[in-house]
């Protein structure tokens, strides 16, 4: 257990919907990252937050965005779904920037 | 060209075999090297975590860097059917992002 938890662990909607994923850090750490993980594409870096501010943004879509509260979980959010943004989504975290990640075991999004 | 280069296997060995796995990469920024195993419906575990060239061993597994090769190396000696999983390699450079491997399907027959 990697002590990142991430809910809800599958999501079934239609296209154009709008879903939030969430995700708890391992206690104590202040980074968390989003990749989204598809068999074409492999796992892809999204945005990353820190402290509850935004700190890196990767290959993120600008109908997805992301952010971190005070008690450091973090939501993305996912909106006018395609069926292409059906994928893994994965939350990990760190205690810093420059320490190892540590992942959950994601939400599954299913676009119908 | 991908960053990250991964053979993507699969690769099927027999219990108490050496495994070897390959990474190579061309963005000489990247400073941080993982190896991270996933196994199905699940989130990438981390093996290994080095920052310098040369090898660090933990247990059945040890990772080599050579950066002057941009190439990174997994080995896991005495193979266990356990292992069997997608084994992913990661890198990383100032900005903190992993870039990821496409990820080697390893299966230890028993």
């Known amino acids: 257990d990697s002590g990142v938890t991430q809910t809800p662990k599958h999501l079934i909607t239609a296209t154009g919907q709008r879903v939030t994923l969430r995700c708890s850090p391992r206690?104590?750490?202040?980074?968390v990252y989003w990749y989204q993980q598809s068999l074409d594409q492999g796992l892809q870096f999204l945005i990353q937050?820190?402290?509850?501010?935004?700190?890196a943004k990767g290959n993120i879509l600008e109908r997805f965005s992301a952010q971190q509260f005070p008690d450091l979980h973090s939501e993305l959010n996912l909106s006018s779904l395609e069926l292409g943004d059906s994928a893994l989504y994965f939350c990990?975290?760190?205690?810093?920037?420059?320490?190892?990640?540590?992942f959950g075991d994601g939400t599954r999004l299913s676009i119908l | 060209q991908k960053e990250v280069e991964q053979d993507p296997g699969p690769l099927s060995v027999p219990e108490g075999a050496i495994v070897s796995l390959n990474c190579t990469y061309s963005?000489?920024?990247?400073?941080?090297f993982m190896w991270y195993r996933q196994y199905s419906r699940k989130g990438p575990e981390l093996l290994m975590y080095?920052?310098?060239?040369g090898n660090k061993e933990d247990g059945r597994f040890t990772a080599q860097v050579d950066k002057s090769s941009k190439y990174i190396s997994l080995f896991i000696r005495d193979s266990q059917p356990s292992d069997s999983a997608t084994y992913l390699c990661?890198?990383?450079?100032?900005?903190?992002?992993?870039?990821f491997g496409s990820g080697t399907q390893l299966t230890v027959l028993p």
């Open positions: 990990a975290s760190s205690a810093y920037s420059n320490q190892p990640q540590h």
């Open positions: 206690s104590g750490d202040l980074s």
């Open positions: 937050y820190y402290n509850g501010e935004e700190r």
């Open positions: 963005n000489s920024a990247f400073q941080y």
């Open positions: 080095t920052y310098s060239s």
């Open positions: 990661a890198m990383s450079g100032s900005a903190r992002q992993l870039t």
